[in-house]
């Protein structure tokens, strides 16, 4: 079973940054895709930033040029940098990884506030 721990999230002000990360522990197997999804209250959960064992990344158009998303596979770490910050990037966001059995993991969620 892996264990996701998220930190990073906070009250932040328009045009701010914050730094998410998301430590996996407790696979067996080896840890394969990792990506960041966000839901906003009343919205349907959608995919931020995922990133591939081989390094490959995908965005979506919401977030790309503000946010990047990198890992460390010796800390089995996934991170969201989130820069240039706004409102409508208000959420709760999740960490999901794939281990290579193919089976996914989330987070307990993480709140992110872009507010004045």
């Known amino acids: 079973q892996v264990q996701l721990v998220e930190s990073g999230g906070g009250l932040v002000q328009p045009g701010g940054s914050l730094r998410l990360s998301c430590v996996a522990s407790?696979?067996?197997?080896?840890?394969?895709?990792m990506a960041w999804y966000r839901q906003a209250a009343g919205k349907q959960r959608e995919l931020v930033a995922g990133?591939?064992?081989?390094?490959?990344?995908n965005y979506a158009d919401s977030v790309k040029g503000r946010f990047t998303i990198s890992r460390d596979n010796a800390k089995n770490t996934v991170y969201l940098q989130m820069n240039s910050l706004k409102h409508e990037d208000t959420a709760d966001y999740y960490c999901k990884v794939e281990d290579r059995l193919g089976y996914d993991y989330w987070g307990q969620g993480t709140q992110v506030t872009v507010s004045t």
């Open positions: 407790g696979s067996r197997f080896g840890i394969n895709n």
């Open positions: 990133i591939h064992s081989g390094g490959m990344t």
